[in-house]
Protein backbone atom coordinates (compact mmCIF):
# COMPACT_ATOMS: atom_id res chain seq x y z
CA UNK A 1 0.00 0.00 0.00
CA UNK A 2 1.15 3.73 -0.34
CA UNK A 3 2.85 4.62 3.05
CA UNK A 4 4.90 7.57 1.38
CA UNK A 5 2.22 8.70 -0.26
CA UNK A 6 -0.43 8.39 2.93
CA UNK A 7 2.62 10.36 4.95
CA UNK A 8 2.90 13.02 2.94
CA UNK A 9 -0.91 13.77 3.11
CA UNK A 10 -0.76 13.68 6.41
CA UNK A 11 1.95 16.29 5.94
CA UNK A 12 0.03 18.72 3.92
CA UNK A 13 -2.96 18.23 6.02
CA UNK A 14 -1.04 19.67 9.04
CA UNK A 15 0.65 22.20 7.39
CA UNK A 16 -3.13 23.90 5.87
CA UNK A 17 -4.25 23.28 9.22
CA UNK A 18 -0.99 25.65 10.81
CA UNK A 19 -1.74 27.53 7.77
CA UNK A 20 -5.35 27.99 8.07
CA UNK A 21 -5.21 28.86 12.15
CA UNK A 22 -1.67 31.16 12.22
CA UNK A 23 -2.64 33.46 9.08
CA UNK A 24 -4.22 36.89 9.80
CA UNK A 25 -5.37 37.17 6.52
CA UNK A 26 -9.39 35.67 7.20
CA UNK A 27 -9.70 34.52 3.25
CA UNK A 28 -6.57 32.59 3.05
CA UNK A 29 -7.58 31.18 6.04
CA UNK A 30 -11.26 30.21 4.98
CA UNK A 31 -9.02 28.28 1.82
CA UNK A 32 -6.75 26.12 3.49
CA UNK A 33 -9.27 25.14 5.80
CA UNK A 34 -11.66 24.24 2.50
CA UNK A 35 -8.20 22.33 1.27
CA UNK A 36 -7.79 20.78 4.62
CA UNK A 37 -11.25 19.57 4.28
CA UNK A 38 -10.37 17.81 0.17
CA UNK A 39 -7.34 16.58 1.77
CA UNK A 40 -9.59 14.84 4.39
CA UNK A 41 -11.54 13.43 1.78
CA UNK A 42 -8.56 12.70 -0.29
CA UNK A 43 -7.15 10.47 2.53
CA UNK A 44 -10.27 8.97 3.61
CA UNK A 45 -10.55 7.49 0.07
CA UNK A 46 -6.70 6.28 0.48
CA UNK A 47 -7.82 4.46 3.69
CA UNK A 48 -11.03 2.17 1.54
CA UNK A 49 -13.77 4.57 2.92
CA UNK A 50 -15.28 5.94 -0.49
CA UNK A 51 -18.83 6.84 1.11
CA UNK A 52 -17.14 9.07 3.66
CA UNK A 53 -15.09 10.47 1.32
CA UNK A 54 -18.10 11.43 -0.77
CA UNK A 55 -19.81 12.96 2.54
CA UNK A 56 -16.72 14.90 3.96
CA UNK A 57 -16.32 16.03 -0.14
CA UNK A 58 -19.55 17.50 -0.38
CA UNK A 59 -20.26 18.69 3.08
CA UNK A 60 -16.67 20.11 3.62
CA UNK A 61 -16.87 22.15 0.22
CA UNK A 62 -20.87 22.61 -0.56
CA UNK A 63 -22.02 23.17 2.98
CA UNK A 64 -18.99 24.69 5.16
CA UNK A 65 -16.93 26.58 2.75
CA UNK A 66 -19.71 28.60 1.51
CA UNK A 67 -21.09 29.39 4.62
CA UNK A 68 -18.14 30.86 5.85
CA UNK A 69 -17.91 32.68 2.89
CA UNK A 70 -21.32 33.86 3.06
CA UNK A 71 -20.53 34.80 6.79
CA UNK A 72 -17.22 36.46 5.97
CA UNK A 73 -18.63 38.50 3.04
CA UNK A 74 -21.20 40.04 5.90
CA UNK A 75 -18.68 40.67 8.18
CA UNK A 76 -16.25 42.71 5.76
CA UNK A 77 -16.51 46.17 7.16
CA UNK A 78 -16.09 45.39 10.49
CA UNK A 79 -12.50 45.88 11.41
CA UNK A 80 -10.29 42.51 12.32
CA UNK A 81 -9.99 42.59 15.80
CA UNK A 82 -5.98 43.62 17.13
CA UNK A 83 -4.63 45.02 20.19
CA UNK A 84 -4.12 43.50 23.50
CA UNK A 85 -6.40 41.43 24.99
CA UNK A 86 -8.62 42.74 27.64
CA UNK A 87 -9.46 39.63 29.37
CA UNK A 88 -5.73 38.66 30.52
CA UNK A 89 -2.41 39.52 29.99
CA UNK A 90 -1.01 38.24 26.56
CA UNK A 91 1.92 37.02 27.38
CA UNK A 92 0.44 34.50 29.93
CA UNK A 93 -2.26 33.85 27.22
CA UNK A 94 0.28 32.61 24.58
CA UNK A 95 2.39 30.54 26.29
CA UNK A 96 -0.01 28.29 28.63
CA UNK A 97 -2.63 27.63 25.83
CA UNK A 98 0.59 25.90 23.94
CA UNK A 99 2.39 24.21 26.69
CA UNK A 100 -2.18 23.12 27.84
CA UNK A 101 -2.20 22.11 24.09
CA UNK A 102 1.03 20.21 23.83
CA UNK A 103 0.31 18.29 26.91
CA UNK A 104 -3.39 17.48 25.49
CA UNK A 105 -1.56 15.95 22.27
CA UNK A 106 1.44 14.15 24.06
CA UNK A 107 -1.34 12.63 26.17
CA UNK A 108 -3.79 11.78 23.64
CA UNK A 109 -1.20 9.74 21.52
CA UNK A 110 -0.05 8.10 24.20
CA UNK A 111 -3.53 6.97 24.73
CA UNK A 112 -3.87 6.05 21.01
CA UNK A 113 -1.05 4.53 20.86
CA UNK A 114 -1.27 1.89 23.66
CA UNK A 115 -4.52 0.85 21.90
CA UNK A 116 -3.30 0.51 18.54
CA UNK A 117 -3.15 -3.43 18.46
CA UNK A 118 -3.98 -6.00 15.86
CA UNK A 119 -6.35 -4.74 14.05
CA UNK A 120 -9.19 -7.35 13.23
CA UNK A 121 -12.50 -6.97 12.26
CA UNK A 122 -15.12 -7.85 15.65
CA UNK A 123 -17.97 -9.97 15.15
CA UNK A 124 -20.74 -6.90 14.56
CA UNK A 125 -18.35 -6.05 11.04
CA UNK A 126 -18.53 -9.89 10.30
CA UNK A 127 -22.47 -9.83 10.35
CA UNK A 128 -22.56 -7.33 8.52
CA UNK A 129 -20.10 -7.73 5.74
CA UNK A 130 -21.48 -11.39 5.23
CA UNK A 131 -25.72 -10.76 5.86
CA UNK A 132 -25.98 -7.34 4.40
CA UNK A 133 -27.13 -8.96 0.66
CA UNK A 134 -29.68 -11.22 2.23
CA UNK A 135 -31.08 -9.52 5.07
CA UNK A 136 -31.33 -5.64 3.51
CA UNK A 137 -31.26 -6.53 -0.16
CA UNK A 138 -28.88 -3.47 -0.80
CA UNK A 139 -25.16 -3.56 -1.84
CA UNK A 140 -23.73 -0.60 -0.17
CA UNK A 141 -22.98 -1.81 3.50
CA UNK A 142 -22.40 1.75 5.06
CA UNK A 143 -25.56 2.68 3.66
CA UNK A 144 -27.53 -0.37 4.47
CA UNK A 145 -26.33 0.14 8.34
CA UNK A 146 -27.53 3.34 8.24
CA UNK A 147 -30.74 2.43 6.48
CA UNK A 148 -31.62 -0.53 7.92
CA UNK A 149 -29.97 -1.34 11.10
CA UNK A 150 -30.10 1.65 12.33
CA UNK A 151 -33.04 3.75 10.65
CA UNK A 152 -34.01 5.21 14.17
CA UNK A 153 -31.10 6.56 14.78
CA UNK A 154 -31.37 7.98 11.21
CA UNK A 155 -34.50 9.64 11.91
CA UNK A 156 -32.69 11.58 14.93
CA UNK A 157 -30.16 12.73 12.46
CA UNK A 158 -32.50 13.98 10.37
CA UNK A 159 -34.44 15.84 13.51
CA UNK A 160 -31.03 17.57 14.66
CA UNK A 161 -30.71 18.86 10.40
CA UNK A 162 -34.57 20.14 11.71
CA UNK A 163 -33.46 21.75 14.40
CA UNK A 164 -30.36 23.61 13.17
CA UNK A 165 -32.46 24.83 10.22
CA UNK A 166 -35.40 26.02 12.30
CA UNK A 167 -32.53 27.80 15.02
CA UNK A 168 -30.91 29.84 11.63
CA UNK A 169 -34.22 30.74 10.05
CA UNK A 170 -35.42 31.67 13.57
CA UNK A 171 -31.68 33.84 14.31
CA UNK A 172 -31.27 35.84 10.78
CA UNK A 173 -35.36 36.31 10.55
CA UNK A 174 -36.78 39.31 9.89
CA UNK A 175 -35.91 42.47 7.37
CA UNK A 176 -38.62 42.22 3.69
CA UNK A 177 -38.03 39.97 1.36
CA UNK A 178 -35.21 41.27 -0.87
CA UNK A 179 -36.16 41.15 -5.01
CA UNK A 180 -32.51 41.95 -5.94
CA UNK A 181 -31.97 40.92 -9.30
CA UNK A 182 -28.18 41.70 -9.02
CA UNK A 183 -26.83 38.30 -10.19
CA UNK A 184 -23.27 37.75 -12.05
CA UNK A 185 -22.27 38.58 -15.45
CA UNK A 186 -24.50 37.74 -18.44
CA UNK A 187 -22.20 34.52 -19.49
CA UNK A 188 -22.32 32.92 -15.90
CA UNK A 189 -25.91 33.15 -16.46
CA UNK A 190 -26.07 31.29 -19.64
CA UNK A 191 -23.62 29.06 -18.43
CA UNK A 192 -25.47 28.74 -16.04
CA UNK A 193 -28.86 27.89 -17.97
CA UNK A 194 -26.79 24.87 -19.50
CA UNK A 195 -25.07 23.36 -16.96
CA UNK A 196 -28.26 23.57 -14.24
CA UNK A 197 -29.99 20.44 -15.47
CA UNK A 198 -27.24 18.36 -15.38
CA UNK A 199 -26.36 19.53 -11.75
CA UNK A 200 -29.68 18.61 -10.52
CA UNK A 201 -30.04 15.19 -12.55
CA UNK A 202 -26.75 14.11 -10.73
CA UNK A 203 -27.29 15.11 -7.45
CA UNK A 204 -30.58 12.83 -8.12
CA UNK A 205 -28.49 10.33 -9.52
CA UNK A 206 -26.35 10.51 -6.36
CA UNK A 207 -29.70 10.06 -3.99
CA UNK A 208 -31.33 7.29 -5.65
CA UNK A 209 -28.51 5.12 -5.78
CA UNK A 210 -27.49 5.54 -2.38
CA UNK A 211 -27.88 1.85 -1.24
CA UNK A 212 -26.29 0.82 -4.43
CA UNK A 213 -22.94 3.25 -4.95
CA UNK A 214 -21.47 5.97 -2.12
CA UNK A 215 -23.71 8.70 -1.43
CA UNK A 216 -27.44 8.49 -0.07
CA UNK A 217 -29.97 11.07 1.01
CA UNK A 218 -27.72 13.67 2.92
CA UNK A 219 -24.99 13.88 -0.21
CA UNK A 220 -27.66 14.23 -2.93
CA UNK A 221 -29.34 16.69 -0.78
CA UNK A 222 -26.60 19.05 0.07
CA UNK A 223 -25.80 18.82 -3.41
CA UNK A 224 -29.36 19.77 -4.32
CA UNK A 225 -28.82 22.47 -1.89
CA UNK A 226 -25.96 23.42 -3.61
CA UNK A 227 -27.48 23.92 -7.01
CA UNK A 228 -29.89 26.27 -5.05
CA UNK A 229 -27.22 28.63 -3.77
CA UNK A 230 -25.86 28.85 -7.54
CA UNK A 231 -29.35 29.69 -8.81
CA UNK A 232 -29.43 31.91 -5.75
CA UNK A 233 -25.89 33.68 -6.46
CA UNK A 234 -25.92 33.74 -10.15
CA UNK A 235 -29.42 35.23 -10.82
CA UNK A 236 -30.05 36.89 -7.70
CA UNK A 237 -32.30 36.14 -4.88
CA UNK A 238 -35.63 37.52 -6.56
CA UNK A 239 -35.53 34.94 -9.61
CA UNK A 240 -34.71 32.18 -7.07
CA UNK A 241 -37.47 33.60 -4.16
CA UNK A 242 -39.76 33.61 -7.46
CA UNK A 243 -38.99 30.09 -8.53
CA UNK A 244 -39.28 28.24 -5.53
CA UNK A 245 -40.73 30.62 -2.43
CA UNK A 246 -39.70 29.92 0.76
CA UNK A 247 -43.00 28.38 1.92
CA UNK A 248 -42.34 25.43 -0.42
CA UNK A 249 -39.09 25.06 0.79
CA UNK A 250 -40.70 24.36 4.30
CA UNK A 251 -43.51 22.66 3.06
CA UNK A 252 -40.87 19.70 1.28
CA UNK A 253 -38.44 19.92 4.24
CA UNK A 254 -41.78 18.78 6.57
CA UNK A 255 -43.04 16.41 3.58
CA UNK A 256 -39.40 14.78 3.78
CA UNK A 257 -39.56 14.09 7.92
CA UNK A 258 -43.78 13.10 7.23
CA UNK A 259 -42.64 10.53 4.37
CA UNK A 260 -39.35 9.15 6.70
CA UNK A 261 -41.77 8.79 9.50
CA UNK A 262 -44.71 6.97 7.44
CA UNK A 263 -42.54 4.99 6.16
CA UNK A 264 -41.85 3.79 9.69
CA UNK A 265 -44.95 3.45 10.35
CA UNK A 266 -46.12 1.57 7.18
CA UNK A 267 -43.32 -1.10 8.33
CA UNK A 268 -44.78 -1.21 12.00
CA UNK A 269 -48.40 -1.89 10.58
CA UNK A 270 -47.21 -4.70 8.67
CA UNK A 271 -46.20 -6.17 12.14
CA UNK A 272 -42.56 -5.89 11.69
CA UNK A 273 -41.67 -3.06 14.03
CA UNK A 274 -40.82 0.64 13.15
CA UNK A 275 -39.01 0.91 10.09
CA UNK A 276 -38.93 -2.70 9.84
CA UNK A 277 -37.39 -3.40 6.01
CA UNK A 278 -37.68 -6.84 4.65
CA UNK A 279 -40.15 -8.07 7.54
CA UNK A 280 -42.39 -4.75 6.56
CA UNK A 281 -44.28 -4.96 3.08
CA UNK A 282 -41.43 -4.05 1.27
CA UNK A 283 -39.79 -6.75 -0.65
CA UNK A 284 -36.04 -6.97 -1.60
CA UNK A 285 -35.90 -7.18 -5.77
CA UNK A 286 -33.14 -8.26 -7.90
CA UNK A 287 -29.91 -7.12 -5.82
CA UNK A 288 -27.91 -4.96 -8.03
CA UNK A 289 -31.11 -2.85 -9.88
CA UNK A 290 -32.72 0.50 -8.41
CA UNK A 291 -35.60 -1.22 -6.48
CA UNK A 292 -33.26 -3.47 -4.67
CA UNK A 293 -33.01 -2.49 -1.32
CA UNK A 294 -36.58 -2.93 0.34
CA UNK A 295 -37.54 1.18 1.73
CA UNK A 296 -33.91 2.23 1.55
CA UNK A 297 -34.73 3.71 -1.93
CA UNK A 298 -38.26 5.88 -0.20
CA UNK A 299 -35.57 6.90 3.30
CA UNK A 300 -33.12 7.97 0.84
CA UNK A 301 -35.26 10.38 -1.01
CA UNK A 302 -37.44 11.48 2.49
CA UNK A 303 -34.05 12.56 3.77
CA UNK A 304 -32.76 13.93 0.63
CA UNK A 305 -35.99 16.30 0.80
CA UNK A 306 -35.51 17.18 3.78
CA UNK A 307 -31.63 17.99 3.38
CA UNK A 308 -31.93 19.98 0.29
CA UNK A 309 -34.93 21.82 1.42
CA UNK A 310 -33.45 22.70 4.81
CA UNK A 311 -30.05 23.70 3.31
CA UNK A 312 -31.26 25.89 0.64
CA UNK A 313 -33.74 27.67 2.96
CA UNK A 314 -30.66 28.26 4.98
CA UNK A 315 -28.81 29.68 2.51
CA UNK A 316 -31.77 31.88 1.28
CA UNK A 317 -31.96 33.29 4.95
CA UNK A 318 -28.44 34.06 5.06
CA UNK A 319 -27.79 35.85 1.82
CA UNK A 320 -30.96 37.61 1.73
CA UNK A 321 -29.52 39.68 4.75
CA UNK A 322 -26.26 39.47 2.34
CA UNK A 323 -28.86 41.21 -0.32
CA UNK A 324 -30.32 43.72 2.45
CA UNK A 325 -26.98 44.76 3.58
CA UNK A 326 -25.44 45.81 0.27
CA UNK A 327 -28.70 47.33 -0.63
CA UNK A 328 -28.16 49.95 1.86
CA UNK B 1 2.93 5.20 -13.67
CA UNK B 2 -0.23 6.31 -11.60
CA UNK B 3 1.50 7.07 -8.84
CA UNK B 4 4.37 9.00 -10.05
CA UNK B 5 1.17 10.97 -12.33
CA UNK B 6 -0.18 10.95 -7.92
CA UNK B 7 3.01 12.24 -6.93
CA UNK B 8 3.16 15.05 -9.03
CA UNK B 9 -0.28 16.43 -8.80
CA UNK B 10 0.66 16.24 -5.07
CA UNK B 11 3.42 18.44 -5.54
CA UNK B 12 1.63 20.71 -7.44
CA UNK B 13 -0.68 20.99 -4.95
CA UNK B 14 1.60 22.19 -2.47
CA UNK B 15 3.26 24.60 -4.89
CA UNK B 16 0.10 26.34 -5.75
CA UNK B 17 -0.68 26.68 -1.87
CA UNK B 18 2.02 28.68 -1.56
CA UNK B 19 0.38 31.07 -3.78
CA UNK B 20 -2.71 31.04 -1.30
CA UNK B 21 -0.29 32.04 1.48
CA UNK B 22 1.71 34.62 -0.13
CA UNK B 23 -0.46 35.83 -2.55
CA UNK B 24 -0.32 39.62 -1.99
CA UNK B 25 -4.00 40.31 -2.66
CA UNK B 26 -7.38 38.62 -2.39
CA UNK B 27 -7.37 38.07 -6.01
CA UNK B 28 -4.60 36.22 -6.53
CA UNK B 29 -5.55 33.86 -3.56
CA UNK B 30 -9.30 33.47 -5.79
CA UNK B 31 -6.97 32.14 -8.77
CA UNK B 32 -4.55 29.84 -6.52
CA UNK B 33 -8.05 28.55 -5.16
CA UNK B 34 -9.60 28.07 -8.40
CA UNK B 35 -6.52 26.31 -9.64
CA UNK B 36 -6.06 24.12 -6.20
CA UNK B 37 -9.77 22.80 -6.81
CA UNK B 38 -8.94 21.99 -10.48
CA UNK B 39 -5.48 19.94 -9.16
CA UNK B 40 -7.64 18.08 -6.20
CA UNK B 41 -10.14 16.68 -8.59
CA UNK B 42 -7.66 15.19 -10.84
CA UNK B 43 -5.88 13.70 -7.62
CA UNK B 44 -9.36 12.14 -6.76
CA UNK B 45 -9.58 10.57 -10.19
CA UNK B 46 -6.00 9.83 -10.52
CA UNK B 47 -6.83 8.24 -6.66
CA UNK B 48 -9.38 6.20 -8.23
CA UNK B 49 -7.30 4.45 -10.72
CA UNK B 50 -4.82 3.22 -8.63
CA UNK B 51 -6.38 1.41 -5.54
CA UNK B 52 -9.10 -0.04 -8.58
CA UNK B 53 -12.28 1.52 -6.60
CA UNK B 54 -14.58 3.29 -9.42
CA UNK B 55 -16.90 4.72 -7.30
CA UNK B 56 -14.42 7.47 -6.57
CA UNK B 57 -15.33 8.91 -10.01
CA UNK B 58 -18.50 10.09 -8.36
CA UNK B 59 -16.42 11.90 -5.16
CA UNK B 60 -14.48 13.71 -8.18
CA UNK B 61 -17.50 14.42 -9.88
CA UNK B 62 -19.45 16.25 -7.23
CA UNK B 63 -16.16 17.88 -5.29
CA UNK B 64 -15.52 19.41 -9.31
CA UNK B 65 -19.26 20.61 -9.04
CA UNK B 66 -18.99 22.30 -5.12
CA UNK B 67 -15.35 24.12 -5.76
CA UNK B 68 -17.40 25.35 -8.71
CA UNK B 69 -20.21 26.77 -6.59
CA UNK B 70 -17.81 28.18 -4.24
CA UNK B 71 -15.71 30.18 -7.33
CA UNK B 72 -18.48 31.89 -8.05
CA UNK B 73 -19.82 32.32 -4.55
CA UNK B 74 -16.42 33.85 -4.02
CA UNK B 75 -16.46 36.08 -7.01
CA UNK B 76 -19.47 37.46 -6.21
CA UNK B 77 -19.72 38.31 -3.02
CA UNK B 78 -15.85 39.58 -3.37
CA UNK B 79 -17.16 42.31 -5.32
CA UNK B 80 -17.71 44.91 -3.10
CA UNK B 81 -15.08 44.05 -0.50
CA UNK B 82 -10.91 44.99 -0.82
CA UNK B 83 -10.47 42.91 -3.52
CA UNK B 84 -7.27 44.26 -5.05
CA UNK B 85 -4.14 45.74 -3.30
CA UNK C 1 1.14 3.40 9.36
CA UNK C 2 -1.97 3.70 12.00
CA UNK C 3 0.54 5.51 14.24
CA UNK C 4 1.26 7.85 11.46
CA UNK C 5 -2.45 9.08 11.77
CA UNK C 6 -2.85 8.86 15.12
CA UNK C 7 0.10 11.43 15.81
CA UNK C 8 -2.03 14.02 12.89
CA UNK C 9 -5.02 13.05 14.93
CA UNK C 10 -3.29 14.39 18.08
CA UNK C 11 -1.69 16.93 16.54
CA UNK C 12 -4.42 18.07 14.52
CA UNK C 13 -7.25 17.84 17.85
CA UNK C 14 -4.92 19.85 20.14
CA UNK C 15 -4.00 22.70 17.42
CA UNK C 16 -7.94 22.98 17.72
CA UNK C 17 -8.04 23.58 20.57
CA UNK C 18 -4.70 25.99 20.67
CA UNK C 19 -6.54 27.98 18.10
CA UNK C 20 -10.38 28.42 20.27
CA UNK C 21 -7.91 29.28 23.39
CA UNK C 22 -5.99 32.05 21.77
CA UNK C 23 -7.45 33.36 18.53
CA UNK C 24 -9.54 36.41 19.29
CA UNK C 25 -11.43 36.50 16.17
CA UNK C 26 -14.56 34.54 15.83
CA UNK C 27 -14.24 33.11 12.43
CA UNK C 28 -10.76 31.55 13.90
CA UNK C 29 -12.81 29.62 16.92
CA UNK C 30 -14.80 28.23 13.83
CA UNK C 31 -12.03 27.13 12.28
CA UNK C 32 -10.44 25.83 15.30
CA UNK C 33 -13.93 23.48 15.71
CA UNK C 34 -13.48 22.36 12.31
CA UNK C 35 -10.32 20.96 13.01
CA UNK C 36 -11.20 19.19 15.89
CA UNK C 37 -13.96 17.23 14.28
CA UNK C 38 -12.01 16.23 11.37
CA UNK C 39 -9.51 15.23 13.82
CA UNK C 40 -12.16 13.04 15.29
CA UNK C 41 -13.25 11.29 11.97
CA UNK C 42 -10.11 11.02 10.71
CA UNK C 43 -9.41 8.72 14.07
CA UNK C 44 -12.87 6.74 13.56
CA UNK C 45 -11.25 6.04 9.71
CA UNK C 46 -7.89 5.35 10.48
CA UNK C 47 -9.15 2.76 13.46
CA UNK C 48 -11.35 0.83 10.70
CA UNK C 49 -9.04 0.29 7.76
CA UNK C 50 -7.36 -2.98 7.65
CA UNK C 51 -4.37 -3.33 5.36
CA UNK C 52 -5.63 -5.84 2.68
CA UNK C 53 -9.26 -4.31 3.30
CA UNK C 54 -11.36 -3.35 0.36
CA UNK C 55 -14.14 -0.69 0.25
CA UNK C 56 -17.47 -1.75 1.69
CA UNK C 57 -19.17 -2.37 -1.32
CA UNK C 58 -20.76 -5.60 -1.50
CA UNK C 59 -19.53 -7.45 -4.77
CA UNK C 60 -15.96 -7.50 -2.12
CA UNK C 61 -13.13 -8.55 -4.22
CA UNK C 62 -11.31 -9.63 -0.69
CA UNK C 63 -11.26 -9.22 2.57
CA UNK C 64 -13.88 -6.07 3.19
CA UNK C 65 -12.65 -2.89 5.38
CA UNK C 66 -14.45 -2.55 8.69
CA UNK C 67 -17.84 -0.57 7.89
CA UNK C 68 -19.19 0.27 11.41
CA UNK C 69 -16.85 3.11 11.78
CA UNK C 70 -18.00 4.37 8.41
CA UNK C 71 -21.59 4.64 9.01
CA UNK C 72 -21.13 6.49 12.78
CA UNK C 73 -18.20 8.95 10.82
CA UNK C 74 -20.77 10.19 8.20
CA UNK C 75 -23.39 11.06 11.16
CA UNK C 76 -20.32 12.95 12.33
CA UNK C 77 -20.10 14.70 9.81
CA UNK C 78 -23.65 15.89 9.23
CA UNK C 79 -24.52 16.43 12.71
CA UNK C 80 -20.90 18.75 13.07
CA UNK C 81 -21.85 20.58 9.90
CA UNK C 82 -25.24 21.70 11.02
CA UNK C 83 -23.37 23.20 14.19
CA UNK C 84 -21.00 25.13 12.65
CA UNK C 85 -24.06 26.26 10.10
CA UNK C 86 -25.46 27.25 13.65
CA UNK C 87 -22.12 28.56 14.49
CA UNK C 88 -21.94 31.16 11.61
CA UNK C 89 -25.71 31.98 12.29
CA UNK C 90 -24.47 33.07 15.34
CA UNK C 91 -21.35 35.27 13.98
CA UNK C 92 -23.62 36.99 12.04
CA UNK C 93 -26.13 37.94 14.41
CA UNK C 94 -23.50 39.27 16.84
CA UNK C 95 -22.15 41.29 14.49
CA UNK C 96 -25.25 42.86 13.77
CA UNK C 97 -25.70 44.09 17.34
CA UNK C 98 -21.53 44.43 17.89
CA UNK C 99 -20.20 45.69 14.93
CA UNK C 100 -17.26 43.80 15.41
CA UNK C 101 -16.10 40.04 15.07
CA UNK C 102 -14.14 40.23 18.45
CA UNK C 103 -15.22 37.42 20.58
CA UNK C 104 -13.88 39.15 23.94
CA UNK C 105 -16.51 41.70 23.16
CA UNK C 106 -19.11 39.69 22.73
CA UNK C 107 -18.78 39.04 26.62
CA UNK C 108 -20.17 42.05 27.66
CA UNK C 109 -23.77 40.68 25.70
CA UNK C 110 -25.73 39.42 28.82
CA UNK C 111 -29.19 38.27 28.72
CA UNK D 1 -5.35 -3.48 -28.71
CA UNK D 2 -5.64 -2.97 -25.08
CA UNK D 3 -1.23 -2.62 -23.76
CA UNK D 4 -1.70 0.38 -27.00
CA UNK D 5 -4.41 2.13 -25.54
CA UNK D 6 -2.94 2.13 -22.16
CA UNK D 7 0.36 2.94 -23.64
CA UNK D 8 -1.12 6.32 -25.41
CA UNK D 9 -3.23 6.70 -21.92
CA UNK D 10 -0.13 6.81 -19.79
CA UNK D 11 1.49 9.69 -22.35
CA UNK D 12 -1.11 11.78 -22.29
CA UNK D 13 -1.32 11.20 -17.88
CA UNK D 14 2.25 12.58 -18.05
CA UNK D 15 1.71 14.83 -20.14
CA UNK D 16 -1.12 16.24 -17.93
CA UNK D 17 0.98 16.26 -15.23
CA UNK D 18 3.89 18.06 -16.60
CA UNK D 19 0.56 20.52 -17.68
CA UNK D 20 -0.96 21.31 -14.37
CA UNK D 21 2.96 21.32 -13.04
CA UNK D 22 3.48 24.07 -15.56
CA UNK D 23 0.62 26.18 -14.75
CA UNK D 24 1.04 26.35 -11.00
CA UNK D 25 4.20 26.96 -11.51
CA UNK D 26 2.73 29.99 -13.91
CA UNK D 27 0.83 31.11 -10.79
CA UNK D 28 3.84 31.04 -8.97
CA UNK D 29 5.82 33.12 -11.04
CA UNK D 30 3.82 35.44 -13.07
CA UNK D 31 3.60 39.44 -11.75
CA UNK D 32 0.30 40.07 -11.54
CA UNK D 33 -3.27 38.92 -10.83
CA UNK D 34 -4.44 38.81 -14.66
CA UNK D 35 -1.16 36.92 -16.25
CA UNK D 36 -1.64 34.49 -13.34
CA UNK D 37 -5.12 34.06 -13.71
CA UNK D 38 -4.60 33.97 -17.52
CA UNK D 39 -1.94 31.62 -17.14
CA UNK D 40 -2.99 28.84 -14.25
CA UNK D 41 -6.89 28.29 -15.71
CA UNK D 42 -5.63 28.30 -19.19
CA UNK D 43 -2.83 25.43 -18.78
CA UNK D 44 -4.86 23.90 -16.07
CA UNK D 45 -7.72 23.24 -17.99
CA UNK D 46 -5.58 21.18 -20.67
CA UNK D 47 -3.73 19.67 -18.08
CA UNK D 48 -7.24 18.48 -16.42
CA UNK D 49 -8.64 17.51 -19.80
CA UNK D 50 -5.44 14.95 -21.02
CA UNK D 51 -5.27 13.64 -17.58
CA UNK D 52 -9.13 12.60 -17.65
CA UNK D 53 -8.29 11.45 -21.27
CA UNK D 54 -5.59 9.35 -20.56
CA UNK D 55 -6.88 7.86 -17.87
CA UNK D 56 -9.65 6.30 -19.57
CA UNK D 57 -7.83 3.00 -20.97
CA UNK D 58 -7.05 2.58 -16.97
CA UNK D 59 -10.91 2.77 -15.65
CA UNK D 60 -12.14 -0.31 -14.88
CA UNK D 61 -15.32 -0.69 -16.94
CA UNK D 62 -17.04 1.13 -19.22
CA UNK D 63 -18.97 3.10 -17.09
CA UNK D 64 -16.12 4.06 -15.68
CA UNK D 65 -14.62 5.47 -18.89
CA UNK D 66 -18.01 7.36 -19.30
CA UNK D 67 -17.93 8.66 -15.59
CA UNK D 68 -14.32 10.57 -16.61
CA UNK D 69 -15.82 11.58 -20.04
CA UNK D 70 -18.28 13.41 -18.17
CA UNK D 71 -16.35 15.14 -15.79
CA UNK D 72 -13.90 16.03 -19.12
CA UNK D 73 -17.47 17.83 -20.63
CA UNK D 74 -18.08 19.47 -17.27
CA UNK D 75 -14.02 20.67 -16.98
CA UNK D 76 -15.08 22.11 -20.61
CA UNK D 77 -18.00 24.32 -19.08
CA UNK D 78 -17.42 25.41 -15.71
CA UNK D 79 -13.57 26.07 -15.93
CA UNK D 80 -14.10 29.19 -18.26
CA UNK D 81 -16.77 30.16 -16.22
CA UNK D 82 -15.19 30.27 -13.15
CA UNK D 83 -12.21 32.17 -14.50
CA UNK D 84 -14.33 34.58 -16.32
CA UNK D 85 -16.38 35.25 -13.22
CA UNK D 86 -13.05 36.24 -10.85
CA UNK D 87 -11.44 38.53 -13.78
CA UNK D 88 -14.40 39.93 -14.16
CA UNK D 89 -15.14 40.45 -10.38
CA UNK D 90 -11.01 41.91 -10.09
CA UNK D 91 -12.05 44.01 -12.95
CA UNK D 92 -15.06 45.72 -12.19
CA UNK D 93 -12.84 46.07 -8.51
CA UNK D 94 -9.48 47.80 -9.86
CA UNK D 95 -11.43 50.21 -12.21
CA UNK D 96 -7.89 50.65 -13.68
CA UNK D 97 -6.80 51.54 -10.43
CA UNK D 98 -3.48 50.52 -10.91
CA UNK D 99 -2.73 49.91 -14.72
CA UNK D 100 -1.71 52.80 -16.45
CA UNK D 101 -0.68 50.90 -19.73
CA UNK D 102 -3.68 49.66 -20.33
CA UNK D 103 -5.95 51.91 -22.71
CA UNK D 104 -8.55 54.12 -21.30
CA UNK D 105 -10.96 51.99 -21.90
CA UNK D 106 -13.98 52.60 -19.90
CA UNK D 107 -15.00 49.40 -17.88
CA UNK D 108 -17.74 47.32 -19.23
CA UNK D 109 -21.64 48.75 -18.72
CA UNK D 110 -22.56 45.42 -17.73
CA UNK D 111 -26.45 44.95 -16.33
CA UNK D 112 -25.20 44.61 -13.05
CA UNK D 113 -23.09 47.13 -12.59
CA UNK D 114 -23.82 48.97 -9.30
CA UNK D 115 -20.62 51.60 -8.64
Known sequence: MSEPLLAFLYFFILLTAFVAVFL???????????????????????????????????????????LLLVAYSHTRRTPLPSGPCTACPSWLRWPLAALICFLLAVLLFRGMYSLAG?????????????????????????????LDYRAFDTLGETTVIFAAVAGISLLLSGGKH????????????????????????????ILFLGHLTPGGGFQGGSVFATVAILICVVYGTGFDASRVSSKSKETLEVGG?????????????WGGGFLANLKGPFFPGTPGSLFSGGNMLFLNLAVGLKVGAGLSSIFYVMIKILEQEGEQ | MILFALWGMVISGMIGFVRVVTGPSAADRLVAADALSVIFTMLLVLLSLYIETPFLLDV????????????LLMAKYFEHGELYK | MIIMSFATVAILFSLGLFTILVQRNAFKTVI??????????????????????????????GSGVDPLPHALTLTAIVIGACDLALAFAFIMKLNGFEKTVDVDSFRRLKG | MM?????????????????????????????????????????????????????????????GALKLLLIAVFFLISNPMASHAIARACHRRTLFKNFSHFSSETPIEGESMRE
Not at chain 1, 122 to 145: P, Q
Not at chain 1, 178 to 184: D, E, F, N, P
Not at chain 2, 60 to 71: E, G, K, N, Q
Not at chain 3, 35 to 58: Q, T
Request: aromatic share 10%; hydrophobic share 60%; with cysteine.
Open chain 1, 257 to 269: ALLFVFIGLLGAA
Open chain 4, 3 to 63: PLLRFLGSVCILAGVFFSFAAVVAILRFPDVYTRLHGGTKALSGGALLILLGSMPYAGSSL
Open chain 1, 24 to 66: DDLLSSFISLSVTGVLMATVFALLRAPDVALTQAIINSGLITS
Open chain 2, 60 to 71: ALAFAMLSFADM
Open chain 1, 178 to 205: VRSRQGLSFIVKRGMALLTPFLLLYAAS
Open chain 3, 32 to 61: GLTLMESAVLLLFISWAYIPEGWAPILPLK
Open chain 1, 118 to 146: ERALETASTHFLAETLRETGALNVVAAIL
